[in-house]
């Protein structure tokens, strides 16, 4: 179905540091993936991402969930990211998580411009 792997779909997004992280879900319109290469729920979500940002002209910033930097953990317990692949989108009302790789592009979609 999909033809690109993990490694070449993410190397469209912007990766960050937890650090920018931070200060990026403080302004509306962020959105962040946390996820890992070897995860196969990440691997299954990331095609369906990939397609809504391309096709939206949407910037995704990207962390990988092995990343040990303990402030790492610190972010994903704040949002309640407890699994990957997370998706994180500031929006009107703050910042919305989703952890869940069966997300089709249209709930992708919607979840974005909510």
Do not use: W
Request: with cysteine.
């Amino acid at each position: 179905m999909f033809t690109n792997s993990f490694q070449e779909l993410v190397q469209d997004f912007t990766p960050v540091s937890v650090e920018e992280a931070e200060h990026l879900l403080l302004q509306e319109g962020t959105i962040l993936f946390l996820g890992r290469a070897t995860c196969p729920y990440c691997q299954r979500f990331v095609p369906k991402l990939h397609s809504v940002a391309k096709s939206a002209g949407l910037t995704v910033y990207v962390i990988d969930s092995t990343n040990p930097d303990p402030r790492l953990q610190a972010l994903r317990q704040h949002y309640q990211a407890a699994t990957v692949p997370a998706l994180l989108y500031t929006g009107p009302t703050g910042v919305q998580v989703r952890c869940d790789s069966s997300m089709t592009e249209d709930e992708i979609r919607q979840f974005l411009t909510a």
